[in-house]
């Protein structure tokens, strides 16, 4: 059967574009469109498509039509599952903190879950600063008395600080006087097993940033190791966040794709050459996936374990890994799952970074010619480049547009923090081997914390440095995607000219 292009070769990638183009209808018409039409159109759609199985192109349309209802019905029901309508006078509750307290002049903030409600539902929480609220830790208990209230935008500013704790699964803020409030054990009975499992995994993950502490690593070079190994990241300080933001390097903070593949690649290393054996691949992707919800299951780590079981079981098939299918179905497990994930930021740049490599790393390598790319040292070195190029291209618009920011030594960046992140995530697995043997722990904590130093001092240099980035620019959405399309527009021109080019060098 004749292909019609290539993007045939890659149905998943199709099917996850309808489901996105029905997310964004069923959300921007959730106000006129009820979640009961959604599943009807789903459901008519499906059937149809199914009754006109022998009809190709009809079959297919319908196929296209159930994604896109699948998407509206998945978007407009997790919208009214956080259409919850509050009291308008103080309550008594309990709640469950999940995510790491974060100090911030005279207030503690953190996440909490309220757990004795009808439905358990996600609040923000300002707790006055004082000795307690200071020592309060993600998986704690609280009781408190308060008003719980929508969140609303501020007023002169352009931030929709509504809408953003919306699409991250906030009902409402709320504030917490010294006598508001008390620890107490909490029932979790009415969360679901995920929610259950990640406070589960936040409690193990304060154990282990304790071990880190008690080990002497401190400051900011503990505040860097706890985000890239655990991905803990509220002790970086405001000056050495933006260092890392100016000079391009956010994304050794951010558990993604690098942190997960040196790690696979170590747990790879452990069976020798018996990559393929099917009870190898189990244990190491469950080291994997035990692993992301220890770190709180991010999305891009979650995007990155997905992709990593999807290849692991091509490879165990013999087949050639489809890198954009594993990309598209990890996509689509994270949307499924929770649509709104479309709307985070960290969403939109884990996959806009990685489908850029996936697309544009061969022809960017293939840009160096065969003779200067045969000696090792140069190829590895290109590529790096051509990686980090590709992925910079898939962000940069998206960084301008929330961040107003382009950082313009990216790739000198790169060449630090890539090889710095690969020696700091085999050291603290090996220091955490490595207790039984406390002069050799105590050799390699000293040796990690100086390799941490170094890279926050070069990505403090770079930060510094003269035209770093260029701030201040603003974007609106149709302009970002006008960028995109120009982008692949280029690229589809270059494709279409090297044919021609080869074609008429053949001819003559």
């Known amino acids: 059967m004749k292909m019609n292009g290539r993007i045939q070769l890659f149905p998943v990638l199709r099917l996850v574009l309808f489901l996105v183009v029905g997310i964004v209808l069923g959300e921007e018409f959730y106000s006129v469109v009820h979640v009961y ?47 919850v309508k509050l009291p308008k006078n103080e309550i008594c509750y309990s709640a469950v903190i999940v995510s790491p307290p974060v100090i911030s002049g005279k207030v503690v903030r953190c996440d909490m879950i309220v757990t004795d409600q009808h439905s358990p539902f996600k609040i923000r929480a300002s707790i006055y600063r004082d000795n307690r609220a200071e020592s309060i830790k993600a998986g704690y208990g609280v009781k408190a008395v308060s008003m719980i209230e929508k969140p609303e935008n501020l007023a002169g500013s352009d931030f929709d600080y509504r809408r953003y704790m919306l699409y991250h699964g ?59 190994v655990l991905g803990e990241r509220v002790t970086i300080s405001d000056e050495l966040n933006d260092d890392y933001s100016v000079s391009g390097a956010m994304h050794v903070l951010s558990l993604s794709g690098l942190h997960l593949g040196i790690i696979y690649a170590m747990l790879s290393l452990l069976f020798l050459g018996r990559r393929r054996l099917i009870l190898t691949q189990v244990v190491v992707l469950c080291a994997i996936w035990t692993y992301v919800v220890i770190v709180g299951m991010p999305i891009s780590a979650v995007r990155s374990a997905v992709m990593l079981t999807v290849y692991s079981f091509v490879c165990l098939l013999n087949r050639e890994p489809m890198s954009l299918n594993a990309l598209a179905v990890s996509a689509f497990v994270l949307l499924v799952c929770n649509p709104l994930n479309l709307y985070d930021v960290g969403f939109q740049m884990s996959f806009a970074s990685v489908f850029f490599i996936l697309v544009f790393y061969h022809p960017l390598y293939m840009l160096l010619p065969v003779k200067i790319r045969t000696t090792a040292v140069i190829k590895r070195i290109w590529q790096m480049s051509a990686v980090s190029i590709a992925a910079q291209a898939g962000v940069a618009p998206l960084v301008a547009f929330y961040f107003g920011r382009f950082s313009c030594y990216f790739l000198l960046t790169n060449f630090i923090v890539v090889p710095a992140a690969t020696v700091i995530l085999y050291g603290a697995v090996f220091v955490m081997f490595t207790g039984w043997l406390p002069l050799v722990q105590s050799w390699l904590c000293y040796l990690l914390a100086k390799v941490v130093n170094m890279m926050n001092s070069g990505v403090s240099f770079i930060a510094s440095l003269p035209y770093a980035s260029i701030e201040g620019i603003r974007l609106n959405i149709i302009q970002v995607i006008a960028i995109y399309v120009i982008m692949f527009s280029l690229y589809i021109l270059f494709v279409h000219l090297r044919k021609m080019f080869w074609g008429f060098k053949l001819k003559t």
């Open 37 to 83: 039409v959604w599943f009807a159109a789903l459901v008519v759609s499906f059937v149809i498509a199914l009754f006109v199985r022998k009809h190709c192109v009809a079959q297919t349309v319908f196929i296209f039509v159930s994604m896109m209802s699948l998407g509206g019905y998945l978007a407009a029901y997790e919208l009214s599952t956080l259409d």
């Open 170 to 228: 906030f009902v409402g803020t709320t504030f917490l006087y010294i006598d508001d409030w008390c620890g107490a054990d909490v029932d979790l009975r009415k969360l679901s097993l995920i929610e259950r499992t990640k406070i589960a995994a936040l409690l193990l993950r304060n154990k282990l940033l304790d071990i880190f502490r008690s080990l002497g690593f401190e400051g900011q070079g503990y505040a860097v190791l706890a985000a890239m």
